[in-house]
């Protein structure tokens, strides 16, 4: 079975650039989530979606960061314009299966490292 | 609120000595609890996970938490540790529901010395 798939790997730009990051998850994981993770720190959640809908988004940046998943399988997490501080990887990770049975684990893809010059 | 503490950011550990990462969590609820690994440059792999029974759980590569719910603790253990373990490792806590997302802690790195 594949696992959650990124890209790109790796992407670098000038501060004012727009990026975009894209994720397929796992097959028949309705949940994705994006997550932060700057250099030596934990990944925080930016947002979660529950197939097309995104339920949690609060702690997404609106003014500059946007995400879709409109037909509920991959997604795509932009940010226009790109800041200094924006320098980061980005995970994607996905979750689900059948009920009774998933226990909250969060399968991850490889993420997309951003560096902002 | 909900969170989770790592106490060490990082640790050094010689090859063949045992190794204890240690992890307190706040959490309202009954915690599901997990333990992800992250090599250089690669997304995190689940070691292992605590949702119920055994408070002490075997994961992959050898490693084993222990859940002390007085302690809100659930440190991560491994008796004899390899030169290849040497990573980032994270403890993160969630609701145990399809669908929730999981709050992790700030990492511990660990470097082995031969």
């Known amino acids: 079975e594949a696992g959650v798939v990124q890209s790109p790997r790796y992407k670098i730009i000038e501060k004012k650039q727009p990026v975009a990051f894209w994720c397929n998850p796992i097959?028949?994981?309705?949940?994705l989530y994006w997550y932060l993770q700057n250099l030596g720190q934990g990944p925080e959640l930016l947002i979660r979606?529950?197939?097309?809908?995104?339920?949690?988004d609060s702690q997404l940046p609106k003014d500059r960061f946007s995400a879709e998943r409109l037909k509920g399988v991959d997604s795509t997490l932009k940010i226009q314009p790109a800041e200094l501080g924006d320098s980061a990887v980005y995970l994607c990770a996905s979750s689900g299966g059948l009920a009774g049975t998933n226990t909250g684990e969060l399968f991850f893809g490889e993420g997309s490292r951003l560096t902002v010059l | 609120a909900q969170s989770v503490t790592q106490p060490d950011i990082h640790i050094t550990v010689s090859e063949g000595a045992s190794l204890e990462l240690r992890c307190n969590y706040s959490?309202?609820?009954?915690?599901?609890l997990f333990w992800y690994v992250q090599s250089p440059g690669q997304g995190l792999q689940l070691l292992l996970k605590y949702f119920s029974g055994d408070t002490l759980v075997q994961g992959i590569k050898g490693f084993e938490a222990e859940f002390k719910r007085s302690q809100s603790s659930f440190n991560l253990r491994k008796p004899s540790v390899h030169w290849s373990d040497a990573a980032e490792y994270f403890c993160a806590v969630g609701a145990g529901q399809a669908g929730t997302a999981l709050i992790f802690g700030k990492g511990t790195t660990l470097s082995v010395s031969s």
């Open positions: 979606y529950e197939n097309e809908e995104a339920v949690d």
């Open positions: 959490y309202g609820a009954t915690p599901y």
């Open positions: 097959s028949g994981h309705n949940t």
